[in-house]
């Protein structure tokens, strides 16, 4: 048998979480500074604005482009150049008012069309969202997140009892809100993109919480005699292996379509890969003494579970 | 073998076979039309990667209310001096969204008639405030919702008309919410027309010239916009530029009559001046197509209307020889001829000025395209709007396609590694588990997006790990002591819970995510969702059934597992 973790492993897993848990604590903590200060980097879906995406000749360059957009009345606009494209594609980015949005794509095709010759130029993607679209898809956003947290709560107070719902939660929680405080971080642009990685990021944290939750349950069962730390223990050292394979199959799709699924993928598998990496750590020492503590103060009066150390552990 | 082994084999040989005749069409580019393959469909692919136009357009209702009720209490008004009561409509305040008011004011003395008519006969109205001898008038609320749902439905119906006519391969018209439309046209080169067709209200109108006023519109427009301080500047919307220039002219312009312009090039617009009241509207319209015009050397579209039409046009034209009959569309003057005498017959055109050329030519058809699908029951906004190339798409394909190979091959390679014969038996699931994702996807008619084609992917490196969860639990079994079958089925028996539990959450998820955003996110939630279905599935019986062949063929016999 091949092992990536050996099976004889059992490190103290809870003795190590002090310190991350105050670390974990400070890196939400920071990023929501980050999230209030510096900010999301919110692209057209939430905005309201137009982008523009065209290939043109192969001698034009992003100086050339803007000053042909400047004729038309685009001056504002940003022209960013796309990289690694076989094409000599650029993005055209602009802000539109109510009634130009509906024609801002025509204009720019009429506008490469007045200085090229069609065939020379070719409009890929024009993305318009009106201001008012943008606000409904920010709200939509926000709901749709506020329903899968309630969504995944419900069901995990169903199937678990309480003691365990508490802990997936704030691994949830941690997960998303660190994710998005890289997100600030490395500036990338947040769109519905993002979001659905979120979304899929919560569902994915939560996976791997209620697996070893799982194992916990299992083995208060089987073992009645062990204290629950050295139960959520042995749980934790049992399920590492099948962490870290998940992860690294999981990530092993995640980094292809990041590093290879173009543009569009690009964005929306980097943020999955920066969640399900969080996502480890955060299972092992946020989620798991969570139990333990939520055990305590359910027995605060009535100390019936052992949930100290064991001096051999 | 047991009953039950052969049961499940043969259950998932019939699965196998069905999902392999959904997926050979699509996997093998079989061209449709031509193939004598008996299963005739391929996967849908979406906007993102065919190519295509997606708008989402905000129905306007404020006007379409504000004439239901005025409508409406003319008919009150109608009635009312039947019953020999006098009564005055106000103007109409539209001060608050979605629910105009008027007022309507009557003798004191016949207030009780008043309301009797309004209870008895006039369900269309409410009464929102009473004061003595006048009653605020506004829509009953039903009759607000039975308009938003019929507008709603009939502009569906007409923007599908209209997608049929310019020949479009499977648009999707439909409604988001209570007030908008979604229009997907995959394929769509021309964004432009498709555009223009689409969104034009087309609301054609026959209004009489107001000639017996005698103003000079020209200094009266120029004087008021100076004093007003506006004018219309480009990009803004001309229905907004003429609402409020006709509302800076009130009093100054007879009470009955509007100020309308023909758009002419540089903005030299001609304005004139209409009677409010509509003639004819464009419901009466049968027909209309693209004529020549020899004088003009233009095209022009020519219709003709119903008989119902034919008639009140040649009244009209009867009674009003030697005026000017305006051609209002969309609340512009396309032409106000003269009359020269009574028409008979309901037949005219519309000239289109001379833009010259092709451009001419395809505006006319356009024209007459509209015209024959009916006018749109309200003014849509086009809120959102995304197109994409045929380009693009294809390049979204192939990126897409090659990051998931890679992807799923690393997996494979890993678990062979990694599970030696057990891995193996892995990927064989992993595999049988995308195919039936993909059959299934092809079977609902559901549409594969790119972030549909990386939900595919993601389903493959999501679903290893219940595989992983159940082989690890075997090992564990093993590892206490187990015999290989019993720790096979302990580890089998123990996982499914676990496997259950963490894939609902990605479906709870998933299920959110149908519906948020646009139609490449949904593509994904979909394919994740049945991701899900199809993971539980391939887990529980592909695995167990290669496990329990294995330990059956060496008679519980094993000393040790390839694991």
Redesign the interface.
């Given at each position: 048998?091949?092992h990536?973790i050996p099976?004889t492993i059992n490190y103290d897993f809870l003795k190590m979480s002090k310190p991350f848990v105050w670390f974990s604590t400070a890196f939400v903590i920071l990023s929501v500074v980050l999230l209030f200060t510096k900010g999301l980097n919110y692209g057209i879906?939430f905005t309201g604005g137009a982008e523009v995406?065209v290939?043109v000749p192969a001698g034009w360059d992003t100086g050339k482009l803007r000053e042909v957009l400047k004729g038309g009345g685009f001056g504002e606009a940003s022209v960013i150049r796309i990289e690694d494209s076989k094409r000599n594609e650029f993005l055209i980015k602009t802000q539109v008012?109510?009634?130009?949005?509906?024609i801002v794509?025509?204009k720019i095709?009429k506008l490469l069309g007045s200085s090229l010759q069609a065939g020379e130029y070719?409009?890929?993607?024009?993305?318009?969202?009106?201001p008012?679209?943008g606000s409904?898809?920010r709200t939509?956003?926000v709901v749709?997140v506020l329903?899968?947290a309630l969504?995944?709560l419900i069901?995990i107070t169903f199937?678990f009892d309480v003691r365990f719902a508490p802990g997936i939660v704030r691994a949830l929680l941690f997960d998303v809100i660190s994710t998005l405080g890289v997100w600030v971080m490395i500036g990338k642009e947040f769109n519905?993109?993002t979001?659905?990685a979120l979304?899929?990021i919560?569902?994915?944290s939560?996976?791997?919480t209620?697996?070893i939750y799982?194992?916990i349950r299992?083995f208060q069962k089987s073992h009645p005699g062990d204290s629950l730390y050295a139960v959520v223990n042995r749980s934790i050292n049992?399920?590492l292996?099948?962490t870290v394979?998940?992860v690294?199959?999981?990530?092993?799709?995640?980094?292809?379509?990041w590093?290879?699924?173009?543009p569009?993928?690009g964005d929306?598998?980097l943020c999955?890969l920066i969640g399900f990496c969080i996502s480890i750590p955060s299972t092992i020492f946020v989620a798991n003494p969570m139990v333990i503590y939520m055990e305590k103060r359910a027995n605060a009066k009535d100390q019936k579970v052992d949930t100290s150390r064991p001096k051999h552990a | 073998m047991n009953r039950s082994w052969w049961l499940r084999f043969g259950l998932l040989s019939f699965f196998f076979v069905v999902a392999v005749v959904h997926v050979i069409p699509t996997v093998g580019n079989l061209n449709l039309e031509t193939t004598n393959f008996p299963f005739k469909k391929k996967v849908n692919l979406g906007l993102d990667l065919q190519g295509g136009l997606y708008m989402v357009y905000g129905v306007d209702f404020k006007k379409v209310y504000t004439e239901t009720l005025t409508r409406s209490v003319d008919g009150l008004l109608n009635q009312l001096s039947k019953e020999n009561i006098t009564a005055k409509m106000g103007n109409v305040d539209i001060s608050v969204e979605e629910d105009p008011n008027v007022s309507v004011e009557f003798d004191q003395a016949s207030e009780a008639k008043v309301k009797d008519v309004l209870d008895k006969q006039q369900y269309a109205l409410r009464i929102m405030d009473r004061k003595a001898g006048s009653f605020t008038l506004s829509l009953a609320r039903e009759y607000r919702s039975t308009i938003k749902e019929h507008t709603l439905s009939q502009s569906v119906q007409v923007i599908r008309n209209r997608i049929d006519e310019f020949g479009v391969s499977e648009p999707s018209i439909t409604t988001k919410g209570e007030n908008r439309v979604v229009v997907e046209l995959p394929g769509v080169k021309d964004v432009e027309r498709a555009k223009a067709l689409v969104g034009r209200t087309a609301r054609l109108e026959f209004k009489m010239v107001n000639t017996e006023a005698q103003l000079n519109l020209g200094e009266l427009i120029a004087e008021t916009e100076k004093s007003k301080g506006f004018s219309y500047k480009e990009g803004e919307k001309f229905s907004d530029y003429v609402g409020k220039l006709n509302e800076a002219l009130k009093g100054k312009i007879p009470a009955d009559s509007q100020v309308q312009f023909e758009r002419k090039p540089g903005n030299q617009n001609l304005p004139f001046l209409l009677h409010s009241k509509v003639e004819i509207t464009g419901n009466e319209l049968s027909d209309a197509m693209v004529t020549f015009d020899q004088e003009q050397q233009a095209p022009q579209v020519s219709f003709q209307m119903n008989p119902r039409g034919a008639v009140t046009f040649e009244d009209l034209t009867r009674n009003n020889v030697g005026k000017l009959l305006a051609i209002v569309l969309d609340d512009v003057v396309y032409s106000a001829p003269r009359i020269n005498g009574p028409i008979p017959g309901g037949s005219g055109v519309i000239t289109l000025g001379s833009t010259g050329g092709d451009e001419a030519f395809k505006e006319a058809r356009d024209l007459a395209i509209v015209l024959r699908a009916g006018a749109l029951p309200a003014r849509l906004d086009l809120l959102e709007q995304r197109a994409i190339g045929p380009s693009l798409g294809a390049d979204s394909i192939k990126h897409g396609l090659t990051a998931s190979f890679v992807g799923c091959t690393l997996i494979f390679i890993f678990m062979l590694i990694y599970y030696k014969m057990s891995g193996a038996v892995a990927v064989v699931s992993l595999i049988l588990n995308g195919l039936f994702t993909l059959a299934i996807l092809i079977g609902m008619d559901a549409t594969l997006t790119l972030p549909g084609i990386a939900g595919l992917a993601l389903t493959i490196g999501m679903a290893v790990d219940s595989n992983v969860i159940i082989f690890e639990r075997i090992r564990d079994e093993l590892f206490e002591g187990k015999s290989v079958s019993a720790a096979v089925h302990a580890g089998f028996d123990k996982a499914f819970a676990c496997i259950f539990d963490a894939n609902i959450t990605h479906a709870i998820v998933a299920t959110i995510l149908l519906n948020f955003g646009t139609g490449p996110m949904r593509g994904f939630a979909v394919t994740l969702l049945i991701g899900i279905v199809t993971t539980l599935f391939c887990a529980v019986t592909v695995c167990k059934l290669f496990f329990d062949y294995y330990l059956e063929a060496k008679q519980n016999k094993l000393e040790s597992l390839s694991i």
């Open positions: 048998m091949l990536l099976t879906d995406q290939s008012s109510d009634a130009d949005s509906p794509g025509d095709t070719e409009v890929e993607k024009v993305d318009v969202v009106g008012q679209a409904e898809l939509s956003a749709s329903m899968a969504g995944i069901y199937r519905l993109s979001v659905a979304l899929t919560a569902g994915y939560c996976n791997d209620i697996v799982d194992r299992d049992l399920n292996g099948r394979l998940t690294l199959c999981t990530n092993f799709v995640v980094v292809s379509l590093l290879l699924g173009g569009v993928l929306f598998a999955m | -």
